[in-house]
């Protein structure tokens, strides 16, 4: 009887141990079912997305040839601007801290519209584009950009504004490339209206419940045609009245065009003269203590203190306390509007520092001179003819310019001077227009 039951014990045994070794087997060929599964589903959604990127992809190509936009301009003048902020932070940060530019940079549906509207030369556009790159750091909004200038015709264009503007957006929805493609692409032309219908469109898409919102920006506005800043005006203000969480800021030297309602959204620089003053001093100092700068002033024998001095009369000479430099140049009259126009005028501060930094000065009394002297390059601007209404200017600088701050000035072609010459126009009307300076235009230099 004992031996009947150590056979049933051992086969039970046996019996477990089969059960227990089909189970593992079935257990593995199981785990191994299931991951190959989600391999085959992973392939599958891997491959599903990379052909919708691929199509996207074409998408957004057959988009960009229908637009036939050359952003190459926008990325310089953009680059361009914001390398200066980025290299003299503390001159134009403090636009961030004004009460309007915070509630238009917030996210709650406070001043959906800003302008900020300031002369020629004040660093209007190094602020426009500080903004643009303090939204993109902080990834809160979907951020359009386009910059305004004299030196690249495209960029006042109109249809151009609207095609690089949608550009932008394209990149932040397949649904808004989907839907241009197949409605407008080889289909229809690129007209005002359908640009304008797409942006429209694309503003309603992009900033609906559960997304990040816009926020479109431009600078110099008022140097497009007149009758496009008009077009303008109508637009950017009715994408940021739709209730939808778009905002829009633009930049300008003039808003007597403005609609009483956008008056109240008006952020004036000549308001702010502390600010710019300060900045203005900030960056003459930072620039009279650049090592090479340093060394010519040790060599002149001129102290710290006189450093500091001179970036004081400096920062004066921008705030338009010059009337003992400017009176023996210019008519008494052309000089009291040019002394009202120089105000908080960083461009003004540039041009006598690059003097100082690009030239050699025998004495201590030569440099200290020159601090006082006004710049040539402005000199330059105001050109005595015949014709007592000079409508076309045309003048390039003379001397090699080094620093990064130059960049701006080389794109400006109206200075605060320009506002002086306008005075021609109550004197001898012109056509509309007519008054464009061509300064501070780069001109090639060899390179040994």
Request: charge should be negative; include cysteine; charged fraction near 25%.
């Amino acid at each position: 009887m004992e031996t009947i039951l150590d056979d049933l014990r051992q086969h039970q045994e046996l019996m477990d141990k089969e059960v227990n070794a089909c189970s593992a087997v079935e257990a593995r060929e199981a785990k191994a079912m299931r991951e190959s599964l989600k391999r085959s589903r992973v392939g599958s959604l891997d491959q599903l997305d990379k052909d919708q990127k691929q199509q996207t992809a074409m998408q957004m190509q057959g988009f960009l040839t229908w637009l036939r936009l050359d952003d190459s301009d926008q990325i310089f003048l953009f680059e361009s601007r914001a390398k200066i902020g980025e290299a003299h932070p503390d001159t134009v940060n403090w636009i961030l801290n004004k009460d309007k530019v915070s509630s238009w940079l917030g996210s709650t549906p406070d001043t959906p519209f800003l302008c900020l509207q300031g002369i020629a030369g004040t660093g209007k556009c190094v602020m426009v584009a500080r903004l643009a790159s303090s939204l993109d750091e902080s990834k809160t909004s979907i951020v359009a950009r386009h910059f305004c200038s004299y030196t690249h015709d495209s960029s006042t264009q109109y249809d151009q504004i609207l095609k690089s503007l949608l550009a932008q957006f394209a990149q932040h929805s397949a649904d808004l490339v989907a839907h241009i493609h197949e409605e407008y692409v080889g289909k229809k032309q690129t007209t005002g209206q359908a640009l304008e219908r797409i942006v429209e469109l694309a503003v309603d898409l992009l900033s609906g419940p559960g997304q990040h919102g816009i926020r479109i920006l431009l600078d110099g506005l008022d140097e497009c045609p007149l009758d496009k800043q008009r077009s303008l005006l109508r637009l950017l203000p009715r994408l940021a009245d739709t209730g939808s969480n778009c905002k829009a800021l633009v930049s300008t030297r003039e808003t007597s065009r403005f609609s009483a309602r956008l008056q109240n959204s008006v952020l004036s620089l000549a308001g702010e003269k502390d600010s710019l003053n300060e900045a203005i001093t900030t960056y003459a100092r930072r620039r009279l203590s650049h090592p090479t700068m340093r060394d010519k002033l040790g060599q002149l024998h001129i102290s710290e203190n006189e450093t500091r001095t001179i970036a004081f009369q400096i920062r004066q000479r921008a705030d338009g306390t010059t009337a003992s430099l400017l009176s023996p140049v210019f008519p008494s009259r052309v000089f009291l509007t040019l002394i009202h126009c120089v105000t908080g005028m960083f461009l003004w501060a540039t041009l006598v520092l690059n003097y100082l930094a690009a030239n050699l000065f025998t004495s201590r009394h030569e440099f200290l001179e020159a601090v006082e002297t006004l710049p040539q390059e402005l000199e330059a601007l105001y050109v005595q003819s015949s014709n007592p209404c000079p409508y076309l200017i045309n003048c390039q600088l003379s001397r090699g310019l080094t620093t990064d701050w130059e960049q701006l000035g080389l794109q400006l072609r109206e200075t605060a001077l320009a506002e002086s010459i306008q005075l021609g126009r109550s004197l001898c009307p012109a056509p509309e227009n007519a008054l464009r300076l061509d300064c501070f235009r780069q001109t090639p230099t060899s390179k040994s």
